[in-house]
């Protein structure tokens, strides 16, 4: 157990933060080993536990940083990418979140002419050795955790532009409201979705049934929700009333 704990502080050091499910595969061990190791560790004020994990005491901002959230079901996420890329037409404006899905839609995207608008460093990386794609920067004030730009700024610029689809993420959906882990990237997900044609929601089978700390807008909001699990009945139903669209 000593030894645990000793690479789970380790790992935080270099990392910041850490799942329950990536610790239980680089340890050999059970989630549920996992999870009383965390608890034990986080009531002797070693760490800071979050929902599916921990972060280092030293970060107590609980959302995960994309180098993070880019190791988890890495997967499944190009995979649902790679079915929103399908939607993609010549000329169209889209605006993309800071998430690792976003990134995926980023580097799948062809090299035609449309307009990227992103406050993400990893998407502009991603999207800068495609000529013909047009990339706007939010600007705004730099996060070094996410690698990109919020704020005012990032805000403003966004209602500047007529755009055609967003692609975002999101850390849960549940009870029929679209759940996010920190507030500047609630706030500038707000936003964009208030201001575009479309809402593309990329989720993979982690968020379903998963509530997180601030309630980014009701799921009512999403025009498809594009994923690689088969929700369950109510999730089904609720968007045949709403009518969001499906895609697997």
Request: aromatic share 8%; glycine share 4%.
């Amino acid at each position: 157990m000593r030894d645990r704990h000793q690479f789970v502080l380790s790992y935080l050091e270099k990392y910041d933060e850490a799942s329950v499910q990536e610790l239980s595969t680089l340890l050999n061990v059970s989630v549920e080993t996992i999870r009383r190791d965390l608890n034990q560790m986080a009531k002797n004020n070693l760490l800071h536990r979050t929902h599916g994990g921990a972060v280092s005491n030293k970060n107590r901002d609980v959302g995960r940083s994309f180098q993070v959230r880019q190791r988890i079901n890495s997967d499944a996420k190009k995979s649902i990418a790679e079915n929103a890329v399908e939607h993609f037409f010549e000329g169209a404006v889209i605006a993309l979140d800071a998430s690792s899905s976003s990134w995926n839609f980023a580097q799948l995207l062809p090299d035609v002419p449309c307009t990227i608008i992103t406050g993400s460093m990893h998407n502009i990386r991603a999207l800068s050795t495609k000529p013909c794609i047009e990339i706007v920067s939010t600007g705004g004030i730099y996060s070094s955790k996410y690698d990109s730009f919020y704020g005012s700024l990032s805000t403003h610029l966004l209602s500047r532009f007529n755009i055609d689809m967003a692609i975002c993420s999101c850390t849960g959906i549940y009870d029929g409201i679209i759940w996010e882990s920190n507030e500047m990237n609630a706030v500038f997900k707000r936003k964009m979705l208030s201001v575009s044609k479309k809402v593309f929601l990329l989720a993979d089978k982690s968020k379903f049934g998963r509530k997180d700390l601030i309630k980014l807008c009701d799921f009512s909001e999403v025009d498809t929700l594009f994923t690689d699990y088969q929700p369950e009945q109510d999730i089904i139903e609720y968007c045949l009333q709403n009518n969001i669209e499906i895609t697997l």
